[in-house]
């Protein structure tokens, strides 16, 4: 069953479940674009590991705590008032997790050099700590190599990444061709608008050809059976915003899902 969204659907921005669309759309792309990529260059998904509290809160440095033993310089036979002891606070301490993020690198063959990295945003991406430190730093590399970038940003909540000169949308991708810098082309788009198909950068004479980032999206909703899990009658989580709460509200009543 098709998602009742024309493009992005905001349901999936949920905790529950864009992990999983994050990891199956990044292999349907590789998929869909490997065969066109041939013989020339091959679709590798790589891996980003950083280490990030479980609750995605920002990550605090703990100090260590070294207790030494000192001999006492109190004399023993002096009385010294005490107050009551208080009770305990409940606190959280910070835990630490393994992260793991999937990105696509179009690697030539014979010398295995990138020429586009394909990075679809994760929500600690575009959140203060060590996700979007990481993210960042990788992007400045990208942006500073002879590397195309592909920036996918189908996440409403958090903070985008810096450029200048776009709008403030739901969603973003932002196409990076290394012998075009600092000038890049932006895909800006709403909840309510398809996601627009983009020509995915190679080498000079290469034929550059379309990739429908929408077909694939939906072919990843429907092969998932998201429909099964999301409880459309719910507002999405993130909240849409309160233009669009009664647009939704409409398209999916239409539907039959309210």
Do not use: C
């Not at 606190?91 to 990075?119: C, S």
């Not at 009543?253 to 309210?258: A, D, I, T």
């Amino acid at each position: 069953m098709p998602s009742p969204f024309p493009g992005v659907d905001p349901y999936l921005e949920n905790p529950e479940f864009w992990p999983e669309v994050h990891h199956r759309l990044i292999t349907a792309i590789a998929d869909a674009i490997g065969p066109a990529l041939r013989p020339k260059y091959r679709a590798a998904i790589e891996k980003r590991i950083y280490l990030s509290e479980a609750e995605d809160s920002d990550l605090l440095a703990i100090p260590d705590v070294t207790v030494f033993d000192r001999p006492s310089t109190a004399s023993p036979s002096v009385m010294t008032a005490t107050l009551p002891h208080s009770e305990p606070m409940t606190v959280t301490v910070p835990i630490l997790e393994e992260a793991r993020e999937g990105y696509l690198e179009l690697r030539e063959v014979g010398t295995n050099r990138v020429i586009t990295v394909i990075e679809i945003l994760s929500p600690k991406n575009k959140r203060t700590g060590k996700g979007r430190e990481a993210y960042e730093n990788k992007r400045q590399e990208v942006l500073r190599s002879a590397s195309h970038l592909v920036e996918i940003d189908l996440l409403r909540a958090g903070r985008q990444m810096p450029v200048t000169g776009g709008t403030n949308t739901d969603y973003r991708i932002l196409i990076s061709r290394a012998n075009r810098r600092p000038k890049a082309q932006l895909y800006a788009f709403t909840v309510r608008e398809e996601i627009p198909p983009f020509f995915l950068p190679l080498q000079p004479g290469d034929t550059e050809f379309q990739v429908d980032l929408q077909a694939l999206f939906s072919g990843v909703y429907d092969r998932a059976g998201f429909d099964l899990s999301i409880d459309y009658a719910q507002q999405p989580v993130p909240r849409l915003k309160d233009d669009d709460v009664g647009w939704a509200q409409a398209l999916l009543q239409e539907r039959g899902l309210r």
